[in-house]
């Protein structure tokens, strides 16, 4: 069965540390996957996206994804949080309309 | 219109009670799904609907669920006989046919609580 995983239930972290949530999908076939990021009080929204070509793809606000094909995963960078970057996080994997989402990470950024 | 809008943003019900919950998505956004959110978990899939197909209901947890969509418009979401454990926030999320890639567009859900 298609899924994804994130391994990380909850991070903190101090500002100006860096960062790195995993994520692993289990899927058969082409697969595009995306970080998407829920701050407190707002609606999801899309950090990020992969569907080919370079795996190395930045989103907005400075993150950054590497995708790596060998070992199944798509894990989301920062290399220095903020404040602001407080929010909870989900990786999801989208194959032939079938769309997956980990059970999300939620990092505390303390000032 | 601009975003997708769900309603109504907070409902409070008495167990046993039916519930109706509403999504607008963005207009020419002909894919449109639905996902329930526990405290503290992940997204959960529910219900997909894709222009006139017959949607994929296999995320549905049971028959009290049930949903509908109007042409590529609204879509309600109906939980029959409610019970405690459906207390969630109910999220709509719409994106694009024509080449669907995956990138959905998310309301800001409607969070259910059943007394």
């Known amino acids: 069965a298609q899924s994804v995983s994130q391994h990380n239930h909850h991070v903190i972290l101090s500002e100006a540390a860096s960062l790195e949530l995993g994520c692993n999908y289990s899927?058969?076939?082409?697969?595009?996957l995306f970080w998407y990021v829920q701050y407190p009080g707002q609606h999801l929204q899309l950090l990020l996206k992969y569907f080919s070509g370079d795996p190395l793809v930045k989103g907005i606000k400075g993150f950054e994804a590497e995708f790596i094909k060998s070992k199944f995963s798509f894990n989301l960078r920062k290399p220095s949080v903020q404040w602001s970057d407080t929010a909870e996080y989900f990786c999801?994997?989208?194959?032939?309309?079938?769309?997956?989402f980990g059970a999300g990470t939620r990092l505390t950024v303390k000032p | 219109g601009a975003g997708v809008s769900q309603s109504p943003s907070n409902k409070v019900t008495e167990k046993g009670k039916d519930v109706e919950l509403r999504c607008d998505p963005i207009?020419?956004?002909?894919?449109l799904y639905w996902y329930r959110q526990r405290l503290g978990q992940g997204l959960e899939f529910l219900i997909y609907?894709?222009?006139?197909?017959?949607?994929?209901k296999s995320g549905l947890p049971s028959d009290r669920f049930s949903a509908e969509r109007t042409g590529e418009s609204v879509s309600t979401l109906t939980i029959q006989r409610t019970q405690q454990e459906d207390s969630a926030v109910y999220l709509c999320?719409?994106?694009?046919?024509?080449?669907?890639?995956?990138?959905?567009?998310f309301g800001e859900g409607s969070r259910l609580t059943v007394l």
């Open positions: 999801a994997g989208y194959n032939n309309n079938d769309m997956r």
């Open positions: 609907f894709q222009g006139n197909s017959a949607p994929d």
């Open positions: 999320a719409s994106s694009l046919t024509s080449g669907n890639t995956g990138e959905l567009f």
């Open positions: 207009s020419g956004h002909t894919a």
């Open positions: 899927y058969g076939g082409t697969v595009n």
